[in-house]
């Protein structure tokens, strides 16, 4: 049975084109993508995310518990609020998913992870959690709105009760304010600054209103796809999974080897790869001949095949095509993609493409 997020009355009204997505009944755009994406880019969008879970976890021993769950390490969350962004990898180094987990307390901490892999997470965190005596607590009587693009902090806060908008005003990137039961974060998935919004679910509806009322504009999936594949961001499914090392996805950055007697599920199998010549890279591509860059497109350099594009499309802020894509080591500066069995030019650049509604590569030969 499709799943149902408690915004979907207001998606079909506004004119949403539903799509199935992750089991979700769930909104690809309301008439133009490419106008969803300028919208957040230029001023302010919104994007309905309930279909994410919230997990929130209890115990005096939260902390080393989490410290082995995930790869990056929470012993960097000193403040309350402070968030952390990680890979929650298996005993063979592949990622279960990409989350963020966010401090309120030693013995309180929250977790957003993926829609797809909700079940498996749930169930994984559970297995693993039973030895630290912690709780775990999925919170489905929550929901969650995204607003992003350059005025979307600002028109939030105008609605915002005064204690909240006091608590959130000045709010540092990948930090997190709880009032009562809603809880902002200043984390997003576009490149864009703006607020993440965990709420009561019986709620939701009235902000949804309120901030198309201050023009905010309802943003679909395809639009938040372009947005964070411009911005350089990671996809559950495409860029990594099970079977991808966080090595071999651009992800390197969130292992955190720092702490040598720190044990994280995974470690071992990662760190006997930590070094090796041939791991395969993970690079940014833009497209310098005629087509469209998608997924599985395979790679070529001097003839021989080096690898596939994971995440590929049209990027309207740079109308241009770009991919993500792993291939072996050693790549140079250039190679060719596989499009209609024509071998077009593509220029390797180091991601994002887009941050903050401007270019980050050159767009020139």
Same mark, same amino acid.
């Given at each position: ?99 963020? &987990?966010?401090?309120? =307390? #030693?013995? @309180?901490?929250?977790? $957003? ?6 079940? %498996?997470? *749930? ?12 709780? &775990?607590?999925?919170? =489905? #009587?929550? @929901?969650?709105?995204? $607003? ?6 600002? %028109?939030? *806060? ?67 796809d372009t947005l964070r594949l411009e911005a350089g961001m990671n996809l559950y499914g495409s860029d990594m999974d099970e079977q991808c090392s966080p090595l071999e996805a651009g992800l390197n950055w969130t292992l955190a080897w720092e702490s040598e007697t720190r044990d994280f599920i995974g470690r071992k199998a990662v760190e006997t790869k930590r070094n090796a010549t041939d791991n395969k890279q993970f690079v940014g591509l833009l497209l310098e001949g005629r087509g469209v860059l998608r997924n599985h ?69």
């Amino acid at each position: 049975m499709t799943m149902k997020t408690v915004l979907n009355d207001q998606h079909r009204t506004l004119g949403g084109r539903m799509v199935d997505f992750a089991g979700w009944d769930m909104p690809v755009h309301y008439g133009s993508q490419m106008e969803e994406h300028h919208a957040v880019r230029q001023s302010a969008g919104m994007f309905d995310v309930s279909h994410m879970l919230v997990v929130d976890l209890a115990g005096e021993r939260s902390r080393p518990f989490l410290q082995y769950l995930l790869a990056n390490d929470v012993a960097r969350l000193k403040t309350e609020g402070k968030a952390l962004y990680s890979c929650m990898l298996n005993e063979q180094g592949g990622v279960i998913d990409d989350l963020i &987990v966010y401090y309120f =307390r #030693d013995d @309180a901490f929250r977790m $957003v992870v993926n829609a797809g892999c909700a079940d %498996k997470d *749930l169930a994984w965190i559970k297995q693993q959690a039973a030895s630290f005596a912690v709780t &775990v607590t999925a919170r =489905r #009587d929550l @929901a969650m709105i995204a $607003v992003q693009g350059p005025q979307a902090r600002g %028109k939030a *806060l105008s609605l915002f009760s005064s204690e909240l908008a006091d608590a959130t005003a000045e709010l540092s990137v990948f930090h997190a304010a709880t009032v009562g039961d809603w809880c902002v974060a200043r984390t997003g998935y576009t490149g864009e600054d703006g607020f993440e919004i965990m709420l009561p679910a019986t709620e939701a509806v009235a902000l949804w209103q309120a901030l198309a009322d201050a023009g905010v504009a309802p943003c679909g999936l395809g639009a938040r796809d372009t947005l964070r594949l411009e911005a350089g961001m990671n996809l559950y499914g495409s860029d990594m999974d099970e079977q991808c090392s966080p090595l071999e996805a651009g992800l390197n950055w969130t292992l955190a080897w720092e702490s040598e007697t720190r044990d994280f599920i995974g470690r071992k199998a990662v760190e006997t790869k930590r070094n090796a010549t041939d791991n395969k890279q993970f690079v940014g591509l833009l497209l310098e001949g005629r087509g469209v860059l998608r997924n599985h497109q395979k790679l070529f350099a001097d003839g021989v095949e080096i690898g596939e594009i994971t995440s590929g499309g049209f990027a309207p802020t740079l109308q241009r095509s770009i991919a993500l894509a792993r291939v072996t080591a050693g790549i140079g500066g250039s190679c060719t993609v596989e499009i209609r069995g024509k071998q077009v030019p593509a220029k390797v650049v180091k991601p994002p493409f887009v941050r903050k509604g401007k270019a980050c590569i050159n767009l020139e030969g």
